[in-house]
């Protein structure tokens, strides 16, 4: 996990990293309290299968039981990930102007909100 960058978005720490510790994506506060964290991974099954490994091998040597990692391990509004396919600098550059643009700007809902997903709009 490596750190790309980190601005501030309306008093709101916004950290953007090229991989992902799982251990770490799943102990981030889910209040907010520690900002949003973006991480860009070529491939979500390879860190899977990494973090599955090296849990494997950890639970050995430090005994204890080994849970295997499902994806709802990281339930937390506060975590972006992106898979980029060797395109990590296409995604970050969009994902980032994307969150600088809507600075300041009010969003509201214009659908969906019945039917589980929500379609906003920009004010301009």
């Known amino acids: ?3 790309i960058s980190e601005i501030e978005v309306e008093g709101t720490k916004v950290k953007f990293y090229d991989g992902i510790d799982l251990d770490i994506a799943m102990k981030h506060p889910t209040d907010g309290s ?9 491939s979500w099954v390879s860190e ?3 973090h599955q490994r090296s ?3 950890d639970s050995i040597l ?3 039981e080994y849970k295997e990692f499902g994806s709802e391990d990281i339930n937390n509004n506060y975590i972006c990930i992106y898979q980029t ?7 970050y550059n969009t994902i980032k102007e994307n969150i600088q643009q809507k ?22």
Do not use: A, H
Not at 34 to 42: A, L, Q
Not at 85 to 91: A, F
Not at 111 to 118: D, E, T
């Open 55 to 57: 849990s494997k091998i």
């Open 85 to 91: 396919n060797g395109d990590l600098e296409v995604v």
């Open 1 to 3: 996990m490596i750190l």
């Open 62 to 64: 430090d005994e204890f």
């Open 48 to 50: 899977v299968k990494k």
């Open 103 to 124: 600075l300041g700007k009010p969003w509201f809902v214009t659908s969906g909100i019945n039917r589980g997903n929500i379609t906003t709009q920009r004010i301009t």
């Open 34 to 42: 520690n900002g949003f964290i973006y991480c860009f991974v070529d």
